[in-house]
């Protein structure tokens, strides 16, 4: 069973461009969860999605952020008109969905540095 | 409003040295706590989840306690290895959220 899955690792981008980060959870998770690691910072709460709704995105900006877990394919990220205090580390965690643990599986992480 | 915080910052023990790192939150209604490892440029690693009617949980060498009234959790690391070297999370889920909140971390260096 493969583990939670992010792309791309590493990803540089120019201040005013788009930045689109996927996340696949294992197989079978219908939850996930996205944070944000700022340099020397603990990891923040962004958003958490089921698939097809948004539960609860009050961690994120209110501008220029976005995200969606669509019924299909990956779990997307996207931050429009990047500024450098958007490079940080972002991470996403799935859970079953019978969350009777509520345990989270993290997935590598995508590093976005903003140029 | 929660609030996580991780004492160490950081640490530095001699190999076989047996441990302890804390974790405090500020409001004991929480569903569980959830201890991480993370490698320098790598995701996290789930460790161990303690529930929130639980005392404790022990996976191997390690061990973690919780006691919510108090609003503690520790991590027990024995016979440390510079294998457990690592920066170690506690988080913990609010009751009627769904997020998480994390502490900043206990950033450990086990010395050959």
């Known amino acids: 069973n493969a583990g939670v899955m992010q792309n791309p690792r590493h990803l540089v981008r120019r201040r005013g461009q788009e930045a689109r980060l996927r996340c696949s959870p294992m197989k079978g998770h219908s939850h996930v969860y996205w944070y944000r690691q700022l340099p020397e910072e603990g990891l923040k709460f962004m958003v958490y999605?089921?698939?097809?709704?948004?539960?609860?995105e009050s961690g994120m900006p209110k501008e220029r952020f976005s995200a969606e877990f669509p019924k299909e394919g990956p779990s997307i990220l996207r931050i429009q008109q990047v500024v450098r205090g958007d490079s940080a580390a972002y991470f996403c965690?799935?859970?079953?969905?019978?969350?009777?643990?509520?345990?989270?599986?993290f997935g590598p992480g995508t590093r976005l540095t903003v140029t | 409003k929660q609030e996580v915080t991780q004492i160490p910052a950081a640490l530095s023990v001699p190999e076989g040295e047996n441990l302890v790192l804390n974790c405090s939150f500020t409001?004991?209604?929480?569903?569980?706590l959830q201890w991480f490892r993370q490698d320098p440029g790598k995701g996290l690693t789930s460790l161990l989840l303690?529930?929130?009617?639980?005392r404790e949980q022990t996976s191997g060498r390690l061990n973690a306690s919780l006691d919510k009234s108090s609003g503690r959790s520790t991590l027990y690391i024995a016979a440390s290895q510079p294998g457990d070297s690592a920066t170690y999370l506690c988080a913990v889920r609010p009751v009627g959220t769904y997020k998480y909140i994390f502490g900043t971390g206990t950033r450990l260096k086990v010395l050959a």
């Open positions: 999605l089921q698939k097809e709704n948004i539960i609860d």
């Open positions: 409001d004991s209604a929480i569903y569980n």
């Open positions: 303690i529930q929130s009617s639980q």
């Open positions: 965690a799935s859970q079953p969905p019978t969350a009777s643990s509520y345990e989270q599986y």
